[in-house]
């Protein structure tokens, strides 16, 4: 028998922020409104067609990011999820991320995102600025004209 002190309550609390943690994760990749911002255009025998990921395709795509604490994503994730962090915020960076790992953003703006992400050094500008972009781009910043003009400018 197991001694009285072993599931403590420090223990139980621990495993049970855990669990929270968990389910809102689950929930965020279980989510239809998440897998149907998910879908993106894919190349199948020469003709384009929309593909929804499903829960596990998010899911294997996210225990792979998991791998690398340091993962921008994951660290917000983990910050957000501990901190009731707002649900709709967690669900864009993880959309967004997706769409640039997987969706195809990274080969549409390849030209203006390559040097940020592979951290390549812009012309006369400084490595922080990069990181800077490169941490903001990893965590899920949506990639709008805007956004994508301003690093763009960056290069110049």
């Not at 012309?123 to 972009?133: A, D, V």
């Given at each position: 028998e197991a001694s009285p002190d072993l599931y403590d309550e420090s223990t139980v609390k621990h495993l049970e922020r855990l669990a929270?943690?968990?389910?809102?994760?689950?929930?965020?990749?279980?989510?239809?409104?998440?897998?149907?911002?998910?879908?993106?255009?894919?190349?199948?025998?020469?003709?384009?067609?929309?593909y929804t990921p499903t829960s596990k395709d998010l899911e294997t795509w996210m225990f792979k990011l998991g791998k690398d604490h340091t993962d921008p994503l994951v660290?917000?994730?983990?910050?957000?999820?501990?901190?009731?962090?707002?649900?709709?915020?967690?669900?864009?960076?993880?959309?967004?991320?997706?769409?640039?790992?997987?969706?195809?953003?990274?080969?549409?703006?390849?030209?203006?995102?390559d040097a940020v992400l592979t951290n390549q050094t812009f012309?006369?500008?400084?490595?922080?600025?990069?990181?800077?972009?490169r941490q903001k781009i990893l965590r899920g910043a949506e990639l709008t004209v805007d956004y994508l003009d301003e690093l763009e400018k960056l290069r110049k």
């Open positions: 929270a943690k968990y389910d809102k994760l689950n929930a965020l990749l279980t989510d239809p409104d998440t897998l149907q911002q998910c879908t993106y255009e894919m190349d199948m025998e020469g003709e384009k067609q929309q660290m917000f994730l983990k910050t957000n999820l501990q901190e009731n962090g707002l649900y709709e915020e967690m669900q864009s960076s993880i959309v967004n991320r997706f769409h640039l790992d997987v969706g195809g953003l990274m080969g549409k703006h390849r030209n203006v995102l012309y006369g500008i400084e490595p922080e600025k990069i990181e800077k972009h």
